[in-house]
Nanobody, 123 residues
Framework: VQLQASGGGSVQAGGSLRLSCAAS????????WGWFRQAPGKEREFVAA????????DYTDSVKGRFTVSRDNAKNTLYLQMNTLKPEDTAVYYC?????????????????WGQGTLVTVSS
């Protein structure tokens, strides 16, 4: 199983980025998918998750209304559209897959992780 995250970069506050996570070697549609992030000196935290069908999503409060998670099961790709970025969004962002059928936030339920992509937001 390979998860390739991309789309990170440096932007100014208020800008946008779109992260992608391409999966190979796995049944993409069979997993719940999530995005997590880890800022320097902090623990990895939940950002967003999407159900197997894509019909249900969940977001941490700090990104609600600004970030949108989506998936394309035909392309085996997960996305995170990030708008109105803030300096506190600066982190390494990871995609991850969970075999749990419902949307879940806890990292321990995710057993497939991408390598991470760095997002830096300057003020």
């Amino acid at each position: 199983v390979q998860l390739q995250a991309s789309g990170g970069g440096s932007v100014q506050a208020g800008g946008s980025l779109r992260l992608s996570c391409a999966a190979s070697g796995t049944r993409f549609s069979a997993y719940t998918w999530g995005w997590f992030r880890q800022a320097p000196g902090k623990e990895r935290e939940f950002v967003a998750a999407i159900s197997r069908s894509g019909s249900s999503t969940d977001y941490t409060d700090s990104v609600k209304g600004r970030f949108t998670v989506s998936r394309d099961n035909a392309k085996n790709t997960l996305y995170l559209q990030m708008n109105t970025l803030k300096p506190e969004d600066t982190a390494v962002y990871y995609c991850a897959a969970s075999a749990v059928s419902q949307i879940i936030r806890a990292t321990r339920y995710y057993n497939r992780w991408g390598q991470g992509t760095l997002v830096t937001v300057s003020s």
